[in-house]
C-alpha cells in the first residue's frame, strides 16, 4: 500500500532563517506531488506540484522554491524565512495524468516563524 | 487561472438537520470537482467526487450537485450526526491538468 511521509512535524523557525521540508511517497511510482499552504481562512492553497523528476510548476510567486530530486521526494524551500510564510504546510500525491485523480495528503508541518 | 468561492465559512446545524455548501468555479473548462472532509488535527480526505459530465451523485448520505451553466457545485449532507463535524474544502480541476484548486473551506457543526 501507498504510504506519505512529512518531516518534520513541527518546526519553530525565526525569520530570515532558511527552511526545509520533505516530502517522501512510499508504495508507487512516478506520482504527481504536490505543495500546499494551509492558513486560517485561506483553505487549501496550491504552492508547487511536480508531474516528474526536475519538474516543477509554481502556482503563487513567493517567497518558497520547490525540488524533486528523486521519483519519490518532494521538498519545500526557502533562503530566508517571513512571518507570513507562517502556516500548515502539506504534501500531497496522486497518480496518473488528466483530471479525475484523487489526492492523498501527507499528515503535514506546522511551521511558526518568529 | 481557475478561482473557487466556497459559502458559507461555517455552518452549525442540529443533529439530524441537513447541511448544504455551495461552490462556484470560474473555469468553464474544469472538469472534475472533488470534495475533501478534514477532521481536527487530521489530513484533508477525498469523501466524493463528481465529473463534469454528471449532474449528480449520490453516496450514502452525502451527494453532490453540478450545474455547469451556472459554474456552480455543491455538497448535501441529509441525516447530519456529530461526527459530520469537520471542514469541508470543494476544488476544481482545470481541464487537462493534473492539480486542483480549492475552495477557502467550511467549518460544519453538528449540535446532538
Known amino acids: 500500500s501507498q504510504t506519505i511521509h512529512q518531516w518534520p512535524a513541527t518546526l519553530v523557525q525565526p525569520v530570515g532563517s532558511p527552511l526545509s521540508l520533505e516530502c517522501t511517497v512510499e508504495?508507487?511510482?512516478?506520482?504527481?506531488l504536490y505543495w500546499y499552504r494551509q492558513a486560517a481562512g485561506r483553505g487549501l492553497q496550491l504552492l508547487f506540484y511536480?508531474?516528474?523528476?526536475?519538474?516543477i510548476s509554481s502556482e503563487v510567486p513567493q517567497n518558497l522554491s520547490a525540488s524533486r530530486p528523486q521519483d519519490r521526494q518532494f521538498i519545500l524551500s526557502s533562503k530566508k524565512l517571513l512571518l507570513s510564510d507562517s502556516g500548515f504546510y502539506l504534501c500531497?500525491?496522486?497518480?496518473?495524468?488528466?483530471?479525475?485523480?484523487?489526492?492523498?495528503f501527507g499528515p503535514g508541518t506546522r511551521l511558526t516563524v518568529l | 487561472g481557475e478561482n473557487v468561492e466556497q459559502h458559507p465559512s461555517t455552518l452549525s446545524v442540529q443533529e439530524g438537520d441537513s447541511a448544504v455548501i455551495k461552490c462556484t468555479y470560474s473555469?468553464?473548462?474544469?472538469?472534475?470537482f472533488p470534495w475533501y472532509k478534514q477532521e481536527l488535527g487530521k489530513r484533508p480526505q477525498l469523501i466524493i467526487d463528481?465529473?463534469?459530465?454528471?449532474g449528480e451523485k449520490k453516496d450514502q448520505r452525502i451527494a453532490v450537485t453540478l450545474n455547469k451553466t451556472a459554474k456552480h457545485f455543491s455538497l448535501h449532507i441529509t441525516e447530519t450526526q456529530p461526527e459530520d463535524s469537520a471542514v469541508y474544502f470543494c476544488?476544481?480541476?482545470?481541464?487537462?491538468?493534473?492539480?486542483?484548486?480549492f475552495g477557502t473551506g467550511t467549518r460544519l457543526q453538528v449540535f446532538p
Open positions: 463528481i465529473r463534469s459530465n454528471v
Open positions: 476544488a476544481a480541476s482545470p481541464y487537462n491538468t493534473d492539480k486542483l484548486i
Open positions: 508504495g508507487t511510482s512516478n506520482p504527481n
Open positions: 473555469d468553464s473548462a474544469s472538469n472534475y
Open positions: 500531497a500525491w496522486s497518480v496518473g495524468s488528466g483530471a479525475y485523480n484523487e489526492q492523498f
Open positions: 511536480s508531474v516528474g523528476i526536475g519538474q
